[in-house]
């Protein structure tokens, strides 16, 4: 399986029991689960350290007994606690608790002294199946075990935690450290889930290509954002490479004292490598542009049919509408305009709020120009566009929320923040971890924008040049660090674009 793919928890339901109908028992993957838990703790803290093991009534708990019996038999002290009496536990489980020899503490015997004494506790209370929000004796359990500051190890996801949608069941740890199997689930990269989860580790339990591919079978396409997905699609020049080759975007300009965040978007959109870039300007705000842009063209474009008039040129391949444009019905113009002559559009900012409440006509829109739309809304432009529609369920995943919006308005949507999402209208969707909150700045979703026009201009699809391009973006970030502004951003490109060679 592809390691950037994201595996729900019904499919990794279904894998373990393609793999046991296959010949594997379960409690073999149980213990070669609880084998890297132990292997992963082993390297977290000294030789002969004390370790508190926290098993649950599930799986997730047998889990823990077996990573609790392998380091015990390497020399560290193990306290364990079983949130319900051993006897009750059933399958593997139940196994798995046979072969501890050690005695098994109940949740109400651990004080505040045996949790400080510890170097790391294990936390193999829940996993990511959870379904109800924790209350009670769990719910006080893990307060206190966060509470006493004590390094967390969790297996499989920290318990409290969504598996596929991130959410907080009612309290959550916080580890420092997360050893998931197979492979990541959507919860772990889904805030405020990937805040619980520490640095993530995927062990390989060997469980056969067969269950790998019956378990895949009818969940939806989810990776994690990453150059694995799209590298293979990022433009690469030529001997015959030439500006004309490399695509033309058309930016188009709001009025004057507004013109600044086109300009960024432009200038992201030629650093990332598109041929050519002209900004279409009212009159009024020529100078301002004129005054700022260098490698960069102006054109005269004040109405929707002066942009029709522009448009007779196809090689303008791509137009970028929203950023600093304004709201209102002469942003819905233009957007009609760009989107009725079957080039790849790029929508922002003001072009998303003027279509308020009014998604299906969007969707409308770019039906007529063939689809080929890349819509990039922060989380308020989101609500805005998608008032009344399922996209925007309050109880939805971030998920859940962006495949849905992609669906309705027949395009490509990056929702954007700590967790962008690109989704696309076919299923497809990334969920991107590569990323810095100094990105949280003024312009920078103007730069977004103008990355995924100049890699669109190159002929990239539209879910993989999104992905690109927010990918791209993070890095920047990353890259620069304290002291980013959106100004920054484009001029890192040609450092970023070195490292994907």
Known sequence: MPPHRLITVAAMRRMDEAAIAAGVPGIELMRRAGAAVAARAAAMVPASSRILVLCGPGNNGGDGFVAARLLERNGHAVD??????????????????????????SEAAVSEADLAGAALVIDALFGAGLSRDLDGAAKMLIERVAASGVPVLAVDVPSGIDGDTGAVRGAALRARETVTFVALKPGHLLQPGRDHCGHLHVADLGIGDGALEEGLTGTPMVWRNGPDLWGGDVPRLDAVSHKYTRGHVLALSGPAFKTGAIRLAARAALR??????????????????????????????????????????????????????????????????????????????????????????????????????????????????????????????????????ASIVGAV???????????????????????????????????LAGLVAGLLAQGMPPFEAACAAVWLHGDAGLRHGPGLIADDLPDLMPRVLASLR
């Open 80 to 105: 364990l606690v079983c949130t319900v009496p051993v006897e009750s536990l059933t399958g593997d489980a139940a196994l798995a608790a046979a072969d501890w020899q050690g005695l098994v503490l």
């Open 413 to 447: 949507v990056v929702l954007k923040g700590a967790d962008t999402i690109v989704a696309a209208p076919d299923g497809r969707a990334a969920i991107n971890d590569h990323a810095t909150p100094y990105l949280g700045t003024a312009g920078s979703g103007d730069v």
């Open 272 to 405: 990332v490598g598109a041929g050519l870039v002209t900004v279409a300007s009212p009159a009024a705000a020529m100078a301002e542009n004129a005054a700022h842009l260098t490698a960069i063209m102006l054109t005269p474009c004040e109405t929707a049919d002066d942009l029709d008039d522009l448009l007779v040129d196809e090689r303008l391949n791509v137009i970028l509408a929203g950023p600093g444009l304004g709201s209102g019905e002469g942003t819905r113009e233009r957007v009609a305009v760009a989107a009725g002559v079957g080039r790849s559009l790029v929508l922002d900012a003001d072009a998303l709020t003027s279509f308020k409440g009014e998604a299906d006509r969007l969707a409308g829109l770019i039906a007529e120009g063939g689809g080929q739309a890349v819509l990039t809304p922060h989380a308020g432009e989101f609500g805005r566009l998608f008032a009344g529609t399922d996209a925007v369920h309050p109880e939805a995943s971030k998920l859940h929320r962006a495949c849905k919006a």
